[in-house]
């Protein structure tokens, strides 16, 4: 192609504390040009395109759009630089209106003070005419539309800038078939009109729908760009995982005990619907699914922070019904939650405190708190999870994300648990966390502990999973088990559209 | 990585400074005013004006007690004191003619009642606090005018000059015929007030609730009884408060117990009670409580006015705030 690359990355990287999480990678983009982005989680995706965003000012490599260098130090420097992002979450502030949405910091006025309302209505419509909302009311609240046509207001707001390359990242979690069409639809012209696209997507199958190109990152690195037509999903994958060899997994030779969690055409309408599954004693029980797959909330529902609507829980041979998080302890129920800032630790808190704080009332004689029960406890989570700086006293903000996740982890392992529920546990480590972390979780179920494992990290899952169950769009579609699970199985199975060959 | 680790150094430090001052900045803070107050007179520095100092905001200081437990929790404030203090002393007088006993204790259970109210709206329905308990103090207000016809009610009048007189000299007892029963009261409650919240399981959880209110949630921590339990003490307090203003103005009148919500709350986050919840303890509310009395001593020495240092109060928790807030943006920095 003689074409000038509307965004071209040369040799850019980024490295943190103890890893480079982009590493010397080359990208481009032609003007109508789709460009997919993909690679398993941590591959250094988000990384390159925060890089974009100007999100960092310290990377080093040159960046050039329409062929002339730029330093994009800053957002504001992206945006004058014509990037537009559109995230997963969207930034549209609903009780606000369409027009007060896609206007946002340009609304027109006149005479200095007065909002232009005439303006207004003809901007925004024009703004939303480039997505085929010119149907709404632009003085519609936002809450009021519906979550795919917010998506495509949040596109329009993005439009409205006049942008060279707009990155969207995984613009189609929340949305259904027919609406992914009519994104890929807009996609389209979008292309047409010569705006270069960068799409991230965990979703293969829509990226061989609206894709030109492809990039796959791992570890950092890009493995490689290739036309669309010149690969198959299996290609990607096995580009995507890396290995042909599938990892080895550890489960076979570990012993399983009585049935001890079982859950009986389990369902929470709008989230997952009839699931049913049991765990053995020393099972590691995996689960995996893409976003808005319903994996969390199964996890949340069995440990009784959201209701169940219908289905039972069976915990070892007896009928259960768990109204909040201290009766699921009470039966030995725990769930480590994915979002370890604002559900899991208390951050301006010590690491003890953090640790003892499910043990509270057990530690407890009469009304008065016996903190000194803990002290043996919390020093023996310390040593076992290697948290570092071993300081019971340390506010556990202050402790990096590895150190962090761990105490979480640690402050479940404190309360002894029958049934073990992990969710995303070693999400956004470092690889050393990551590696104490499976031993821990390897030692429980060696000590009889049930354990159910979700995550979307599927070397994680295919190392620990004695079997992995796979969930699609709130629905059970089947298992895989240790011995045929492979990463490659696992990422056809999430990705896939009928039913799951392994399914016992 | 020697930056790096520089620069951590460097922050604990400034991190241990700054959670020294936060614990003990108020103690310095008394310091200060004991020097200022010796420097202005010579009447200030006497054991007499020192008692009167902490008999002036003893009555302060039970109230400011109860209103820790809610801000500790991480909801601000109780905000229906003011309403808790005027309905409980009026409802104690109104009592009067059944015995003393009867009258305290539905005093008392007045107090208990709104505290339950309070517990049930914003421990289980999840009201805004401040917006909730304003609008209780609100609506007391408008019944206590409403049931006593706008008008004062005066202990003699309801309950005849044998059972009157009990009940003023209630405020009145010097305990070993030195110490204000107020002071006592104050005292006792901030020593049971400490335990109950470094001791007690309800301390240690709330503790939890006010750093993270989501993470105590799904750490299995029965949230909605602990905040409600909160409101209830605070409410407790007020009317203990609120019965021996009551005694000690003689009076029963809608208007007992202004302005104890904001003077409580400068009270306690001067005492190092973050308004984020959390952190703190009743020994800094003590300091807070006596900090207020001081500042109030020294101004009247100055020949302020009673007005102005309502002002002079208004200005010194506008500034509290400001650099409690200005020390969370701190923190906050840290937990990003």
Known sequence: MDLIPALQMKKVSKKFPGTMAVDNVDFEVYPGEVHALVGENGAGKSTLMKMLAGSFNDYTGQIYIDGKEVKLYSPAIAKANGIAMIYQELSLARPLTIAENVLVGRLPVRNKWFLDKKALIEETKACLKSVELDYLDPFTPVEEISQHEAQLVEIAKALGNNPRILVMDEPTSALSREEVERLFKIIGKLKQQGLAIVYISHHLTEIFQVADRVSVMRDGRKVGTLNITDVTQEELIEMMVGRSISQVNNAADRILGEVVLEVKNLSRYGFFHHISFCVRAGEILGIAGLAGAGRSELGRAISGVDPVDAGEIILAGRKIKVKNMAQALQYGIAYLTEDRKTQGLALRLTVEENLLAPLIPRHCKGFIYQKQIGTGIVKKLIDDLHISPPDPSRIVGNLSGGNQQKVLLGKWLATGPRVLILDEPTRGVDIGAKVTIHTAIEKLAAQGVAVILISSDIPELVRLSDRVLIMRKGHLLGEIPGKACTEEAVLLAINSEGEIAHAS | ?336
């Open chain 2, 1 to 336: 990585m020697l930056v790096k680790s520089e620069r951590i150094e460097l922050n604990k430090r400034r991190t241990k400074t700054a959670g020294w001052i936060e614990k003990f900045g108020v103690y310095i803070m008394i310091l200060v005013l004991l020097i200022l107050g010796t420097l202005i007179s010579n009447k200030f520095l006497t054991i007499d004006n020192l008692a009167n100092v902490v008999h002036a905001v003893a009555l302060l200081g039970i109230v400011a007690v109860g209103v820790t437990f809610v801000t500790y929790s991480g909801h601000f404030a109780d905000m229906s004191v003011p309403g808790i203090i005027a309905l409980s002393g009026m409802v104690a007088v109104d009592m009067l003619r059944y015995g003393l006993v009867v009258s305290l204790a539905s005093g008392l259970v007045t107090g208990l009642m709104v505290g339950l109210i309070n517990a049930f709206v914003v421990g289980k329905l999840r009201a805004n606090p401040i917006i909730w308990t304003l609008a209780v103090a609100f609506v007391i207000n408008g019944v206590v005018r409403w049931l006593y016809r706008g008008e004062q009610i005066y202990p003699d009048l309801k309950a005849g000059e044998k059972l009157a007189t009990a009940f003023v000299n209630l405020a009145r007892i010097n305990i070993g015929g030195a110490v204000p029963i107020t002071v006592v009261v104050f005292l006792v409650m901030v020593i049971i007030g400490q335990l109950l919240l470094t001791k007690t399981k309800f301390g240690v959880q709330l503790k939890l609730i006010g750093s993270s209110y989501e993470v105590a949630r799904m750490t299995g921590v029965n949230v909605t009884g602990m905040v409600g339990l909160a409101f209830i003490l605070s409410a407790l307090a007020a009317s203990i408060g609120g019965i021996l203003l009551t005694s000690l103005v003689k009076i029963g009148a809608y208007y007992n117990g202004v302005g104890y919500d904001f003077r409580a709350v400068t009270a306690i986050v001067l005492g190092g009670v973050s308004l984020a919840g959390g952190k703190g303890n009743m020994i800094g509310v003590l300091g807070g409580v006596v900090v207020i009395g001081l500042l109030n001593n020294i101004l009247t020495l100055l020949g302020v006015g009673t007005f102005s240092q309502t002002i002079v109060q208004g200005l010194v928790f506008i500034l509290v705030v400001w650099f409690n807030t200005y020390s969370l943006r701190k923190l906050g920095k840290a937990d990003g």
